[in-house]
């Protein structure tokens, strides 16, 4: 049961996020994935790793999140699914 009542709200760069793709390691953490824009409306692919309470994950990424930027488009960097391999790689 993640988070309270099974939902976490957890706040990216403070605009617009959307988590696209779940999915939960052997371990019990949910990873998610989507895009976070910012205030200036450039948008980054984002994948966020949570604790079973909803909270995120201090040793994935920079406090629980890795942020990435592939183009010098604004729009367009998004992740839609999520996978983890059976060796335990995201």
């Known amino acids: 049961n993640y988070g309270?009542?099974?939902e976490a709200r957890i706040d990216i760069l403070?605009?617009?996020d959307r988590l696209n793709?779940?999915?939960?390691?052997s371990d019990g953490k949910l990873v998610v994935?989507?895009?976070?824009n910012?205030?200036?409306g450039v948008e980054r692919w984002c994948t966020l790793r949570l604790l079973a309470d909803g909270t995120l994950d201090s040793t994935f990424?920079?406090?629980g999140m890795v942020l990435e930027e592939?183009?010098?488009?604004?729009?367009?960097d998004v992740a839609k699914c999520v996978?983890?391999?059976?060796?335990?790689k995201i």
């Open 4 to 6: 309270q009542n099974g």
């Open 14 to 16: 403070g605009y617009n």
């Open 21 to 25: 793709g779940a999915a939960l390691q």
């Open 33 to 36: 994935t989507g895009y976070a």
């Open 38 to 40: 910012d205030s200036t």
């Open 61 to 63: 990424g920079q406090n």
């Open 70 to 76: 592939f183009s010098s488009i604004t729009q367009g």
């Open 83 to 88: 996978l983890i391999q059976s060796d335990g």
